[in-house]
């Protein structure tokens, strides 16, 4: 069946540190690819997404490329600060009508 | 308006009572959810409308009842929880169909705790 696999955490960087969090996917079909993030106490917010091969989303420094080959949608971001210490989920769909299927999560905290 | 209402934003409640749980949106999707979220776990899909009618149960418990009154709105009515059931309540919205490569959009939450 279709998953997500995401590295575990939490992982824990200094501020201005770059992030990288990786997430591998298996599809019986072709999906769409999310990220999510989950400030504390809050729900979950799209932060980026890629609907096909080779697409990059990216949205307020983050960034993850659509990778068929090696079935991997990678997250970084160059610069972390303390604002971006939260829970990222990778997930996918498959269309169509696929249901969302998310990866377990990876905390991330910024220290200063 | 690109936002997901959800009300209450806390709610506790007795074993015996019955409450509900409202969510909203006016983006015009007509694909709704429900998910359960325990702390620090992915959330776990229970509920899918779409065009309003229920398509997907997860193998809920009827002591949770969704409810779509029309294409804005989604209730969950609960009713003899137990406190297992404590967990934050999530509601997404998304287009129908082939919009489901868009991706979700989540409401805030209610923190749910039965006692």
């Known amino acids: 069946g279709d998953s997500v696999t995401q590295m575990e955490g939490p992982v824990t960087l200094s501020e201005e540190a770059f992030l990288t969090i990786n997430c591998t996917y298996t599809a019986t079909g072709y999906p769409s690819l999310f990220w999510y993030v989950q400030y504390p106490g809050e729900g979950l917010q799209l932060l980026l997404k890629?609907?096909?091969?080779?697409d990059k989303g990216s949205n307020k420094g983050f960034e993850a490329t659509y990778r068929k080959e090696t079935t991997s949608f990678h997250l970084e971001k160059g610069s972390v600060q303390v604002s971006d210490s939260a829970v990222y989920f990778c997930?996918?769909?498959?269309?169509?009508?696929?249901?969302?299927?998310f990866g377990q999560g990876t905390e991330l905290s910024v220290k200063p | 308006d690109t936002e997901v209402t959800q009300t209450p934003k806390h709610l506790v409640m007795g074993m015996t009572n019955k409450k509900s749980l409202k969510c909203e949106q006016h983006?015009?999707?007509?694909?709704m959810y429900w998910y359960k979220q325990k702390a620090k776990k992915p959330p776990e899909l229970m509920f899918v409308?779409?065009?309003?009618?229920?398509?997907i149960n997860e193998s809920v418990p009827s002591r949770f009842s969704p409810e779509c009154p029309n294409s804005s709105l989604l209730n969950l009515h609960l009713h003899a929880l137990q406190p297992e059931d404590s967990a934050l309540y999530l509601c997404?919205?998304?287009?129908?169909?082939?919009?489901?490569?868009?991706?979700?959009?989540f409401g805030s939450g209610t923190r749910l705790t039965v006692v």
């Open positions: 997930a996918l769909s498959v269309p169509p009508g696929g249901k969302l299927i």
């Open positions: 997404a919205s998304s287009q129908a169909g082939q919009g489901l490569n868009y991706g979700y959009t």
């Open positions: 983006m015009g999707h007509r694909a």
């Open positions: 409308y779409s065009y309003e009618k229920l398509s």
């Open positions: 890629a609907t096909k091969a080779d």
